[in-house]
């Protein structure tokens, strides 16, 4: 599975991006996707996940109510619109992908696909 991330920038804080992944080499609905984020001097965190479907998702506490993922299977594409940006959510930002039929409960953790990274600076 090859990933493509793209959309990020510089924001000023409260500004919003939306963050697109574009998969291929595997069919895309056999895919939960998840976005991860890594600040500097940071470990890598987990951000959002979505099922195959897109009808379920997962959000790590520190992005809930501000950030959304969604995907277009139609297009391979995964996508995480971010609004009322902050400070702390600079970073640069990983879509990943897993195999995984299940629709429920999509995984926090055990990606095994990795993209290229897009950065992402809010400005106070």
């Known amino acids: 599975v090859q990933l493509q991330a793209s959309g990020g920038g510089l924001v000023q804080a409260g500004g919003s991006l939306r963050l697109s992944c574009a998969a291929s080499?595997?069919?895309?609905?056999?895919?939960?996707m998840g976005w991860f984020r890594q600040a500097p001097g940071k470990e890598r965190e987990f951000v959002a996940a979505?099922?195959?479907?897109?009808?379920?998702?997962r959000y790590a506490d520190s992005v809930k109510g501000r950030f959304t993922i969604s995907r277009d299977n139609a297009k391979n594409t995964v996508y995480v619109q971010m609004n009322s940006l902050k400070p702390e959510d600079t970073a640069v930002y990983y879509c990943?992908?897993?195999?995984?039929?299940?629709?429920?409960?999509?995984?926090?953790?055990?990606?095994?696909?990795w993209g290229q990274g897009t950065q992402v600076t809010v400005s106070s």
């Open positions: 990943a992908a897993v195999v995984r039929y299940s629709d429920y409960d999509p995984p926090g953790r055990g990606y095994n696909y």
């Open positions: 080499g595997r069919t895309f609905s056999s895919l939960a």
């Open positions: 979505i099922s195959w479907s897109g009808a379920n998702t």
